[in-house]
Nanobody
Framework: QVQLVESGGGLVQAGDSARLSCAAS????????MGWFRQVPGKEREFVAG???????LYSDSVKGRFTIGRDNIKNTVYLQMNSLKPDDTAVYHC????????????????WGKGTLVTVSS
């Protein structure tokens, strides 16, 4: 029923840009905050960016000024524009949905996509 499907991952060079997209279905999209989390082996899933139903945003300090999150409530999509990519940005990026407010705690989010791998070469 609920589906979050990420796309746009791949291999990029340090300093370059990439755009991730997430197509959502099966819930009332505009009532949910949407977010991106990332995870690397041996580390806890990390908050990257979130956007509320009315497009307020919150960013991790590690990506602020480089990444931009946006949403389209007509197309039921959320995106993450990633600029000035660094090798430390390499991770599996997961799209997530949460009723009402944005939080940084991954365990409080309701729905999750399977993820898309972003690899940044040095």
């Amino acid at each position: 029923q609920v589906q979050l499907v990420e796309s746009g991952g791949g291999l990029v060079q340090a300093g370059d840009s990439a755009r991730l997209s997430c197509a959502a279905s099966g819930f009332t999209f505009n009532l949910y905050a949407m977010g991106w989390f990332r995870q690397v082996p041996g580390k806890e899933r990390e908050f990257v960016a979130g956007i509320s139903g009315i497009s307020g945003t919150l960013y991790s300090d590690s990506v602020k000024g480089r990444f931009t999150i946006g949403r389209d409530n007509i197309k039921n999509t959320v995106y993450l524009q990633m600029n000035s990519l660094k090798p430390d940005d390499t991770a599996v990026y997961h799209c997530a949905a949460r009723i009402r407010a944005i939080t940084t705690e991954h365990w409080t989010w309701n729905y999750w996509g399977k993820g898309t791998l972003v690899t940044v070469s040095s």
